[in-house]
């Protein structure tokens, strides 16, 4: 079965609404959670890094306050995507790596529509 | 800069057939790579891992192979079938497991039947 759950798998939302995604580990706790982001026909490229108890840390060029990141437990991380735009439309994924393996497990994704 | 290149962004093959995916690195840093094969709309599936003290690694009809010195990597599907289509992204980190992983721009490959 699934070893991270991301939730919703689709959203649509009108220009300057926040969305949130959810991003669950089934199976282990997992202290750092990444997220991706998905351009259509482009390479997954890696937006931040959770960390459970501490600051997300953020990659060149992504906006902190725009996408906020909440490690809320260390089954659970969030991103917001604040004040939508359309250019914000994109597949999101998140990632869980399992310590106990040395894996790095993916979620189903989160498609974001912004209109 | 990409560090991770898959310049191929398509590959069709015959069924039973090899299927040759190939990435290139330019950082010299990297020492585990990864091939994930993703369908649309959904999260990539772990296929093949390789970490750079082996040149070679097999799993069932998949195959990676290391080039260290050239920064090169290749993924090998042999028979090919139907079912690999899709699109597949090479990756790698610096360490295994906990890190984040630097991906290429994927390859199509579409094996008819």
Redesign the interface.
């Known amino acids: 079965g699934a070893v991270?759950s991301?939730h919703p798998?689709?959203v649509i939302c009108k220009s300057g609404t926040s969305v949130k995604i959810e991003c669950r580990s089934l199976d282990f706790q997992a202290t750092?959670m990444?997220w991706?982001r998905q351009f259509p026909?482009?390479?997954?490229?890696?937006m931040a890094?959770s960390n459970e108890g501490s600051k997300a840390t953020y990659e060149q060029g992504v906006e902190k306050d725009k996408f906020l990141i909440n490690h809320a437990s260390l089954t659970l991380s969030t991103l917001t995507v604040t004040s939508a735009h359309p250019e914000d439309s994109s597949?999101y994924?998140c990632?869980v790596?399992?310590?106990r393996?040395?894996?790095?497990?993916?979620?189903?994704?989160s498609?974001l529509t912004v209109l | 800069d990409q560090q991770v290149k898959q310049n191929s962004p398509s590959l069709s093959v015959q069924e039973g057939r090899i299927s040759i995916l190939n990435c290139d690195y330019t950082n010299s840093m990297f020492d585990y790579f990864l091939w994930y094969k993703k369908y649309p709309a959904e999260g990539p599936t772990f296929l093949i891992s390789i970490s750079s003290i082996k040149d070679k690694n097999e799993d069932g009809r998949f195959t990676v192979f290391l080039n260290k010195s050239a920064k090169h990597l290749s993924l090998h599907i042999v028979p090919s079938q139907p079912g690999d289509s899709a699109v597949y992204f090479c990756a790698a980190s610096v360490g295994t497991g906990r890190r984040a992983l630097t991906f290429g721009s994927g390859t199509r490959l579409q094996v008819q039947p």
């Open positions: 991270v991301q798998s689709w750092t990444f991706y026909k482009q390479s997954l490229m890696l890094t597949f994924i990632s790596p399992d310590r393996v040395g894996e790095l497990f993916f979620g189903e994704g498609r």
